[in-house]
């Protein structure tokens, strides 16, 4: 060890105090870059091992191979495991709509391809046997060709030539190029439904459907899914049978360990690794702030003594090693315990979020601490580079000062009296004590400036972190009344007595405090021109001179003249459809409550039993003009659809069967102002209409007004339930109905999810945020107590002469409490200005992300609890730095040169 290294040694250990909190701020820099990648690489293997459980734990897929290729891949190092399916053939698909996708491709799988590749019931079961089938959904939602279970479908089975080539899934339909060359007939009967399995790429020509496979089959097409030993090999492991068969890659599941080659993946990868390096850059910034000031301070104490030695020889490099050196010593000793402690706090933290992260993801797949070393060793050169670059710049100041003013020491304070000149407005109002506190303050304006910026950027980081919570909390708010029931059952073509039985079973499930059942169904009905509001003509493109625009009014599909085609005969309506001044063809949709919900509804609003009940009562209706601007808040903001409050009307089922619309029905309507109960979750759109025309009917009149056997108009039946537990109920009722052995295509959709995904999402938001925050403004604390205590120790000698010349205790005080005030108001004057700005730019941010209807807040809380945080971390660093000054003695701290 040479010389410089231990005067490098010696500098440590006289001024312990300072080297301590030098230390604690390298720990608290080195855990925070150790927390954050930890932590990244963590959240990565968890969504890896969540997206392999959903999409299959395979790397890459051929989907058109012999049994040769199979066994050779068997024989492969690199190869872990294989999984097969066979391809079976296609067929024709009859009234596709997708003209990229005519077929159906028919896949046999063994038992284990089933575990391999996992596959999402939405309905039904899995196959069994060669004789039944599974159906992908996106035969019905892209190809719009619906099949349900207990289906029997007969196909005629081939392939797909392109001259002498067989082609497969993995090429693209091209019309006019290819024949379907039938082999064979199968018959098959739907078990179930089914997501659209992984494999199934948008570019592929056949909607997938799933069987047993056949033992007797002798074809030899093979789908086959290889997993790797090591995944990162994938591309150079595809690449070499890139000229003998073409493949897919699981991007679903590569771009977590980013290797993905989709051009959207690069893009999340590049996200992920910019916000990581914007936190790591932030949190080196702060640690730079403190450590440069540590070997600033530590250099100003050692200015005469760094003259000396260049004047004995030293050279500007050997005095730079030597500051580099105390830096090493620092980090030898504050990384690894950094690394440890950035490894064990984040461990807590998955620790607490772990079971919220299932809640919002992949609730089978636990996240676990996964320590990488190569992000601990990436977080430990981080914080090497972190503590050279704030060793080095002081050192290399200080190595180029002239020998004799490092000696005289004549660098520290180059201010002309005006510098330092205050008012007499000032003096009068602070007294001495302040105008000396004020004098210091200019005097030390560059050595100060630190604390500062250190105390700014606490407290712009932890207001704005404050405002972004609030922002999620206040967006999850308006998510909280999503609906008016926790779990909903829909369907559109169950039979009424299947569902009602089903409902006998479900209100008995655990946490179900209240439930009901409900249909809606679509009609048409014959309005008077006269009773349309000047707002419904308006929105038709009439107005009150020349009445309904000549060819009728239809916002559902149904034409006037397609009413009078069907043989109605009404006032106003002729041959040719309606007369323009007459009447005008409207949707009315029906929503049939259970009786006890109705009841309660009139109830509410005050309406005579024995007149809305019954076979001839009356229905409720809430009929207004559609809000496009989302100004109002209440129904009764809304604008009116009829200029009455009641009227008769006449209803007609929305059908093409000619002899149900000859039939229209007369029913009493008196409009209210209420919101109708939500109905129960249904599939496809609904079609926008400038109005809402909605009836309130009891079940027990759905015989009457619902003729037997129409469906086609049923929007949406099902069942509502409210729960004290929504989770634990919906999961027995997903039980109840799977063993019920429905085969109508159903949805259950547990509502309280949405609102339980916002708190989860605002829980872990405000785990990681306040966690980083805290952890920042520790380093801004260190880094206020470690300038502050040793500036003060600084001016031991101008402390001593003030106190050897008189300054009582009390007014000695007063000067450090005016210091204290000075710091932390230039603190707030920079900082909360920066803090109000940062947090509209979140709000800002968040409205354009679609968080809508949210007003701009002020975390005025946050503001409260940074300002007397910034003045106590002052006042108590500052308090502390002068107990050690009084404790010296006067005439040897008068003495003492400091060197």
């Known amino acids: 060890m040479n010389i410089f290294h231990k005067v490098a040694l010696q500098g440590l250990k006289k001024n312990r105090t300072r080297t301590v909190v030098t230390v604690i701020g390298v720990i608290l820099s080195a855990a925070m870059i150790t927390a954050v990648a930890t932590f990244g690489v963590s959240l990565l293997d968890y969504m890896t091992k969540g997206a392999a459980q959903k999409y299959g734990d395979w790397q890459a897929a051929f989907l058109n191979v012999d049994s040769s290729f199979v066994r050779e891949q068997l024989l492969n190092k690199e190869v872990k495991n294989t999984v097969t399916f066979e391809n079976i053939g296609y067929a024709a698909l009859d009234g596709a709509e997708n003209p990229n996708k005519p077929y159906l491709f028919i896949a046999g799988f063994q038992p284990e391809t089933f575990d391999a590749l996992p596959i999402h019931l939405l309905s039904g079961r899995l196959p069994e046997n060669s004789g039944e089938i599974l159906v992908s959904g996106k035969v019905a939602s892209n190809g719009g060709v619906s099949y349900a279970v207990g289906d029997t479908l007969t196909l005629t089975v081939g392939a797909r030539m392109k001259g002498n080539e067989k082609l497969g899934q993995s ?10 060359l039938p082999e064979e007939k199968r018959t098959y009967r739907v078990v179930g439904i089914c997501q659209t399995p992984a494999f199934e790429k948008d570019s592929s020509p056949g909607y997938t459907l799933i069987t047993g496979a056949d033992p007797s089959d002798r074809a030899d097409s093979l789908s086959l899914f290889v997993t790797l030993k090591n995944p990162r090999q994938v591309h150079s492991y595809v690449d070499a049978g890139k000229g003998r068969h073409s493949y897919i890659l699981n991007n679903d599941v590569l771009r977590f360990m980013g290797l993905s080659d ?38 100003n104490e050692r200015t005469r003594q760094i003259g000396i030695l260049s004047s004995v020889g030293a050279t500007a490099k050997q005095l730079r090693a030597s500051v580099l050196f105390e830096g090493l010593c620092i980090g030898a000793v504050g990384i690894p315990l950094g690394v440890l402690a950035g490894i064990g706090s984040i461990g807590l933290v998955i620790i607490v979020v772990a079971k919220n992260f299932g809640n919002l993801l992949y609730a089978d797949v636990p996240l676990t601490l996964h320590i990488s070393v190569l992000a601990i060793a990436g977080a430990a050169a981080v914080s090497i580079v972190t503590i050279l670059i704030s060793a080095y710049i002081p050192a290399k100041k200080a190595a180029g000062t002239p020998v004799m003013e490092c000696i005289r020491q004549t660098n520290e304070v180059k201010l002309g009296a005006k510098a330092v000149k205050t008012s007499k407005l000032s003096q009068r109002i602070y007294g001495l004590e302040g105008t000396l506190a004020l004098k210091n303050f200019k005097r030390n304006r560059k050595r100060y400036r630190s604390i500062v910026l250190s105390l700014v950027l606490s407290i712009v980081l932890f207001i704005s972190t404050s405002a972004f919570v609030m922002e999620l909390k206040k967006a999850s708010e308006q998510t909280k009344v999503v609906t008016s029931y926790d779990i909903g059952f829909g369907s559109q073509d169950m039979d009424d007595g299947e569902m009602l039985q089903l409902y006998d079973k479900l209100k008995n499930t655990d946490g179900v405090y209240e439930s009901s059942y409900q249909s809606y169904i679509e009609y048409s009905c014959i309005v008077p021109a006269g009773r349309l509001t000047e707002d419904f003509r308006e929105s038709a493109g009439g107005d009150s001179s020349d009445g309904i625009a000549s060819n009728g009014i239809s916002t559902d599909g149904i034409l006037p003249s397609e009413i009078a085609s069907g043989g109605i005969s009404s006032s106003g309506i002729s041959s040719g459809g309606l ?51 989302s100004q109002a808040e209440k129904v009764e903001q809304l604008r009116d659809l009829f200029t009455d409050s009641t009227m008769d009307l006449t209803i007609f089922p929305q059908t093409d069967n000619a002899s149900e619309m000859e039939t229209g029905q007369n029913v009493g309507i008196t409009l209210v102002d209420i919101v109708p109960p939500d109905t129960p979750p249904m599939t496809g759109t609904v079609q926008q209409k400038p109005y809402d025309f909605q009836a309130l009917a009891p079940w027990s009149l759905k015989d009457k007004l619902a003729p037997s056997g129409l469906t086609e108009d049923v929007r949406v039946k099902g069942l509502t339930f409210q729960s004290h537990n929504p989770s634990k109920s919906a999961a027995e009722m997903k039980t109840v109905i799977q063993g019920a052995g429905i085969t109508s295509a159903y949805i259950l959709l547990n509502t309280s999810e949405m609102l339980e995904e916002s708190r989860n999402y605002i829980f872990i938001a405000n785990v990681f945020a306040y966690t980083f925050i805290i952890m920042i403004s520790l380093i801004a604390a260190a880094n206020v107590f470690n300038t502050i205590s040793t500036n003060i120790k600084l001016r031991r000698q101008e402390l001593a002469m003030l106190r050897s010349v008189g300054m009582s205790d009390r007014d000695f005080n007063k000067m450090m409490r005016f210091e204290c005030v000075f710091y932390g108001m230039r603190a707030l004057l920079f900082g909360l200005p920066l803090a109000v700005v940062s947090s509209w730019l979140i709000h800002r941010g968040m409205f354009a992300a679609g968080a809508e209807g949210i007003d701009f807040t002020l975390p005025w809380v946050s503001i409260g609890i940074s300002v007397c945080s910034v003045l106590l971390v002052i006042f108590v660093t500052m308090m502390y730095a002068v107990s050690k000054i009084k404790k010296e003695n006067i005439i040897d701290a008068l003495r003492d040169d400091m060197t």
């Open 171 to 180: 090429d693209p339909y091209t019309a006019g190029d290819e024949t379907l």
């Open 262 to 299: 989709d051009p959207s993946d690069r893009l999340f990868n590049g996200l992920l690794y910019t916000v990581g390096g914007i936190v790591i850059a932030i949190i080196m910034i702060g640690s730079i702030f403190l450590i440069y000031n540590s070997f600033s301070i530590s250099l």
């Open 579 to 629: 007369t323009t001044d007459d009447s005008v063809a409207l949707s009315l949709g029906i929503q049939f409550l259970d009786d006890g919900t109705y009841r309660n509804i009139l109830d509410s609003l005050g309406l005579p039993l024995d007149e809305y009940t019954g076979q001839n009562g009356k229905l409720i209706a809430v009929a207004k003009m559609k809000d496009d601007g």
